[in-house]
């Protein structure tokens, strides 16, 4: 029974580095709103960019979770 908890942690491990590698590479040339607009505007450039990066990160779960169905790297444990 170990083995099987074990084998579960490490692939919610695995998606999780994954996601967050594709969500750190997809980003890179989003900018940071806040640090560039202290306006008013500001406020609606922050919600614009949450919601852009938040459907990045899903897609990332969405993608990291399928790669590992696919390839299955802790089938064996």
């Known amino acids: 029974m ?6 579960y942690f490490a ?8 996601t967050s590698l594709f969500y750190l590479v997809s980003t890179r040339s989003i900018g940071t709103p806040f640090n560039d607009s202290l306006s008013k505007e500001q406020k609606v450039i922050k919600e614009e960019s949450i919601k852009v990066r938040k459907s990045i990160f899903i897609q990332g779960i969405l993608l990291s979770s399928l790669t590992i169905f696919i390839y299955q790297p802790f089938q064996k444990c």
Do not use: E
């Open 2 to 7: 170990n083995c099987i908890l074990s084998k």
């Open 11 to 18: 692939y919610g491990m695995l998606i999780y580095t994954l």
